[in-house]
């Protein structure tokens, strides 16, 4: 956990880097190696590590926007991962998904920009596990600002009335975008909505990797044995802006330097140290890790871009028009008029 969790953590300080060139003085969202908008998640690497920890490669993964913590403790292949946040042909998706459309199936990975989109499909994946007999697990993570979202409550009870094997991690940083929870959200705790649809709901108020691996292995445990679904939700904190280039004026001055100072990593470290690791150890897995990004992003750097061409391949469109005339070069219908458009019969 303490790896990944490190991973991570650096994974988004290379990003922001590599982000920021040719961005500045006049920030242009378009310039540089990754251009796009750019969602970081330092400080919520407890929730994706203390989660993933228990779950095999055929359990299924949605996230949100803010994705790279989950993938990297899901398993998904960082050096694919970042070329395809880099735009290159060899990425996930060939480069054309960017990094709040990630999608592994090796590893049963996929997350989404739209908000709580994840959650039907987790629902969907754990239907399917329960139907194929298999004891596999589906993970759905989302933002506090997700909670009022109808595609969560919708599947928050289709989960439940099929008894279905589904854990609803819920990632509370306390901002939705720069919305405060308490100004859109009737609850104070998203573990609250669980009492709706008769299942448990937890919230982990600490963002401590170790009690959230035990408030996920209750979670975890319950839905591959077949008892359901669960509803946890995770307090982390978010150092970063919603996205880069954010200039985060409704935050109080203080709050990111007081919420670095609760930062998880350095928690679980101190956790380790207290069970006898010591710091060479915890040094040796850092670099590793670091190692282990560089050498991702400099494979990113190093692939081709997708030809122009390439933006024709992989979509998806209306089929042909109906009737022998219907034309096979990219599904535009033929000139000829067919016997559906002259009022005859086929």
Not at 12 to 40: C, M, N, T, V, W
Not at 58 to 84: Q, S, Y
Not at 134 to 140: F, K, L, R
Not at 251 to 256: I, L, N, Q
């Amino acid at each position: 956990m303490y790896e990944e969790m490190v991973t991570a953590r650096y994974y988004e300080e290379r990003l922001q880097e590599e982000y920021l060139e040719g961005k500045q003085p006049a920030f242009d969202i378009s310039a540089g190696p990754i251009p796009g908008e750019l969602h970081l998640a330092a400080g919520h690497e407890a929730s994706a590590a203390g989660v993933c920890a228990h779950l095999r490669d055929d359990d299924t993964v949605t996230a949100p926007h803010r994705p790279h913590h989950v993938a990297i403790a899901k398993g998904v292949d960082l050096d694919r991962m970042t070329a395809e946040i880099f735009g290159r042909r060899t990425g996930l998706c060939k480069g054309k998904g960017g990094h709040m459309h990630l999608f592994d199936p090796d590893v049963n990975f996929a997350c989404s920009g739209i908000i709580a989109e994840g959650c039907p499909p987790a629902v969907g994946a754990a239907l399917a596990a329960k139907k194929r007999g298999t004891d596999s697990v589906a993970v759905a993570f989302l933002g506090e600002g997700a909670i009022d979202q109808g595609g969560f409550l919708e599947s928050l009870n289709l989960a439940a009335v099929h008894d279905l094997p589904v854990v609803f991690v819920v990632e509370d940083n306390d901002w939705a975008i720069s919305m405060p929870k308490g100004r859109v959200t009737d609850v104070e705790s998203g573990a609250q909505r669980a009492e709706g649809f008769d299942m448990p709901g937890v919230r982990v108020d600490y963002n401590d990797a170790v009690a959230v691996y035990e408030a996920a292995a209750d979670a975890v445990g319950r839905a591959r044995a077949g008892n359901g679904p669960t509803l946890l939700e995770v307090q982390v904190h978010r150092h970063m802006g919603h996205f880069m280039g954010d200039a985060e004026g409704y935050r109080p001055k203080d709050e990111v330097d007081r919420l670095k100072r609760l930062d998880p990593i350095d928690r679980l470290a101190d956790d380790l140290r207290a069970e006898g690791v010591d710091d060479e150890t915890l040094d040796d897995l850092r670099t590793e890790a670091e190692r282990r990004v560089d050498d991702a992003i400099e494979f990113a750097k190093e692939q081709p871009e997708p030809d122009p061409e390439e933006a024709y391949e992989d979509v998806f469109s209306n089929p042909p028009a109906s009737g022998p005339t219907a034309a096979t070069d990219g599904g535009a219908a033929s000139d000829e008029p067919t016997a559906d458009d002259m009022g005859g019969e086929r």
